[in-house]
Nanobody
Framework: VQLVESGGGSVQPGGSLRLSCAAS????????MNWYRQAPGKERQWVAR????????NYGDSVKGRCTISRDNAKNTVYLQMHSPKPEDSAVYYC?????????WGQGIQVTVSS
């Protein structure tokens, strides 16, 4: 099982950034996919969730209205589009695949929002 995040880096406040997470080694469409983030000195925070079919999405209060989660089951990939990011969105972002008894994590990717 592998989850590999990409697309991170530095972005200016008010810009945009799209994170990708490529999955392999499991039946991607059977899993809920999540994005989490962790800033230095803080606990890991849930960001967004998308159902296996892609028909249902949920967002954390801190990003609601500023992020869009989506998935392409044909490509085994989940995305997180960040709109108008703020400096407080700076963190390591993690991709997570979850099902009843299974829980997989990516290695994380740094996002820095700074002018």
């Amino acid at each position: 099982v592998q989850l590999v995040e990409s697309g991170g880096g530095s972005v200016q406040p008010g810009g945009s950034l799209r994170l990708s997470c490529a999955a392999s080694g499991f039946t991607f469409s059977s899993y809920v996919m999540n994005w989490y983030r962790q800033a230095p000195g803080k606990e890991r925070q849930w960001v967004a969730r998308i159902a296996g079919t892609g028909g249902s999405t949920n967002y954390g209060d801190s990003v609601k209205g500023r992020c869009t989660i989506s998935r392409d089951n044909a490509k085994n990939t989940v995305y997180l589009q960040m709109h108008s990011p703020k400096p407080e969105d700076s963190a390591v972002y993690y991709c997570n695949a979850a099902r009843q008894w299974d829980d997989y994590w990516g290695q994380g990717i740094q996002v820095t929002v700074s002018s």
